[in-house]
């Protein structure tokens, strides 16, 4: 029965990638661009996320531009609202002068760029962490050799916006665009603007004393792991000792728990440590519990680039290192890279966060690392990166869409 199924599954991705979406949107690419249209597409989230955020917001402001927002949820709706989805996207986007993506999907793969049109990738991540894309091709995490290659994830794009010039390489891996790297801009990430932005940070602040009123007098230790599993069936890890941590931080600190977005199953907190510990997934962006933490745990998430920002100190808890590895992969040597110590076991994180919250000045050698982090893989976030990809990306031709243009000429 399960071989059956597997079977169903391949034949059915097999005629909707390669037959019916590829005919559906190409009959729809038949009718006229039109050009004020801008199509953000969301693969999972119900809303669009932070990479997008920013970019939405300068173009509603500013310009007139027919913005459509559109979200697949795959991997959190079944077939017959996911493929509704779908089919509304590639029809919206088929006449669209601007697609905008932040994710890989078959889906997006096999669409044909038309001429005048314009496909724009600000990924959701920045620098290059753990492995995606063809360059997790036949690892566990990853697609066959083979389906790699008959399911492309990745359109062919104008522009990829990443924080560096350090990591192009890896993004032209991953996109397999090894023959068109010119497309990767290291102009940096908009979801990154907000960092430099202190109305922003303070809100933040307010935010979190308004949401978690426990953290008021106090400093805040962020627990932000990356998921495990495949997409479709993320879960949160559970090894942090949250009781250990209260022994040893309760008394100046609060514990924020920030789980990866599409994490389907969640670490409880013992009911004992709730005046202690939080889970803030549903209460605060990510980029909240960045602008306020004083010390960031976590373990392979790409959220230890924007923390690097602040040049705060950070501790790396990789339990599963080794299985992690095998499972995914990293692009640069794990323990050369990560700016802050790693710990195996609780006893090293609590002792690491300890040694970390009282000895963490100019002269320390891991806020050296950091600031050298930061330098390698942030060096274009500063605050402008939003209006340097409407610049690049949309050109001069949004101009006629301006508003209150004439006011200015």
């Given at each position: 029965?399960?071989?059956?199924?597997?079977?169903?599954?391949?034949?059915?991705?097999?005629?909707?990638?390669?037959?019916?979406?590829?005919?559906?949107?190409?009959?729809?690419?038949?009718?006229?661009?039109?050009?004020?249209?801008?199509?953000?597409?969301?693969?999972?989230?119900?809303?669009?996320?932070?990479?997008?955020?920013?970019?939405?917001?300068?173009?509603?402001?500013?310009?007139?531009?027919?913005?459509?927002?559109?979200?697949?949820?795959?991997?959190?709706?079944?077939?017959?609202?996911?493929?509704?989805?779908?089919?509304?996207?590639?029809?919206?986007?088929?006449?669209?002068?601007?697609?905008?993506?932040?994710?890989?999907?078959?889906?997006?793969?096999?669409?044909?760029?038309?001429?005048?049109?314009?496909?724009?990738?600000?990924?959701?991540a920045c620098g290059a962490f753990k492995k995606f894309?063809?360059?997790?091709?036949?690892?566990?995490?990853?697609?066959?050799?083979?389906?790699?290659?008959?399911?492309?994830?990745?359109?062919?794009?104008?522009?990829?916006?990443?924080?560096?010039?350090?990591?192009?390489?890896?993004?032209?891996?991953?996109?397999?665009?090894?023959?068109?790297?010119?497309?990767?801009?290291?102009?940096?990430?908009?979801?990154?603007?907000?960092?430099?932005?202190?109305?922003?940070?303070?809100?933040?602040?307010?935010?979190?004393?308004?949401?978690?009123?426990?953290?008021?007098?106090k400093k805040v230790i962020l627990y932000a792991p990356?998921?495990?599993?495949?997409?479709?069936?993320?879960?949160?890890?559970?090894?942090?000792?949250?009781?250990?941590?209260?022994?040893?931080?309760?008394?100046?600190?609060?514990?924020?728990?920030?789980?990866?977005?599409?994490?389907?199953?969640?670490?409880?907190?013992?009911?004992?440590?709730?005046?202690?510990?939080?889970?803030?997934?549903?209460?605060?962006?990510?980029?909240?519990?960045?602008?306020?933490?004083?010390?960031?745990?976590?373990?392979?998430?790409?959220?230890?680039?924007?923390?690097?920002?602040?040049?705060?100190?950070?501790?790396?808890?990789?339990?599963?290192?080794?299985?992690?590895?095998?499972?995914?992969?990293?692009?640069?040597?794990?323990?050369?890279?990560?700016?802050?110590?790693?710990?195996?076991?609780?006893?090293?994180?609590?002792?690491?966060?300890?040694?970390?919250?009282?000895?963490?000045?100019?002269?320390?050698?891991?806020?050296?690392?950091?600031?050298?982090?930061?330098?390698?893989?942030?060096?274009?976030?500063?605050?402008?990166?939003?209006?340097?990809?409407?610049?690049?990306?949309?050109?001069?031709?949004?101009?006629?869409?301006?508003?209150?243009?004439?006011?200015?000429?």
């Open positions: 029965m399960a071989n059956f199924k597997s079977t169903l599954k391949k034949v059915l991705r097999f005629i909707t990638r390669k037959i019916v979406f590829p005919i559906y949107y190409n009959l729809n690419t038949l009718k006229p661009i039109k050009d004020d249209k801008v199509v953000f597409v969301e693969l999972r989230l119900p809303k669009l996320s932070n990479s997008f955020k920013e970019l939405y917001k300068c173009l509603e402001s500013d310009y007139e531009l027919d913005l459509r927002t559109h979200f697949i949820r795959q991997g959190f709706e079944g077939n017959a609202r996911k493929y509704a989805n779908m089919f509304s996207f590639l029809k919206d986007a088929a006449t669209a002068k601007y697609i905008i993506f932040n994710e890989a999907a078959d889906i997006f793969g096999l669409m044909r760029k038309r001429k005048n049109a314009h496909m724009l990738s600000t990924w959701h894309g063809l360059s997790t091709r036949d690892k566990e995490f990853g697609d066959s050799g083979i389906e790699a290659t008959l399911y492309p994830g990745h359109p062919d794009y104008d522009m990829v916006t990443v924080s560096s010039p350090e990591i192009i390489w890896a993004y032209a891996e991953a996109m397999g665009k090894e023959n068109n790297k010119a497309c990767i801009k290291p102009i940096g990430v908009s979801r990154t603007d907000v960092f430099f932005d202190r109305e922003y940070i303070n809100k933040a602040y307010d935010k979190l004393y308004s949401k978690v009123p426990l953290a008021k007098g990356t998921f495990r599993g495949q997409t479709k069936t993320a879960y949160g890890p559970d090894e942090l000792d949250i009781g250990l941590f209260y022994k040893n931080f309760s008394e100046d600190y609060v514990l924020l728990i920030k789980n990866h977005p599409i994490t389907h199953k969640r670490a409880e907190i013992p009911k004992e440590y709730s005046e202690f510990a939080i889970d803030v997934t549903e209460l605060l962006t990510i980029e909240d519990v960045i602008c306020t933490a004083d010390i960031c745990i976590s373990d392979y998430s790409s959220l230890v680039y924007e923390y690097s920002l602040f040049e705060k100190p950070m501790v790396f808890f990789a339990f599963d290192l080794e299985k992690y590895f095998d499972n995914r992969g990293f692009y640069y040597d794990y323990e050369d890279l990560a700016p802050g110590p790693i710990c195996k076991t609780n006893e090293e994180l609590v002792k690491a966060v300890r040694e970390l919250t009282t000895s963490f000045d100019d002269e320390s050698p891991y806020r050296k690392k950091i600031r050298g982090f930061r330098e390698r893989f942030m060096s274009a976030c500063d605050g402008h990166a939003t209006e340097r990809i409407v610049r690049e990306f949309f050109g001069a031709d949004i101009e006629k869409y301006r508003k209150n243009r004439s006011a200015n000429t």
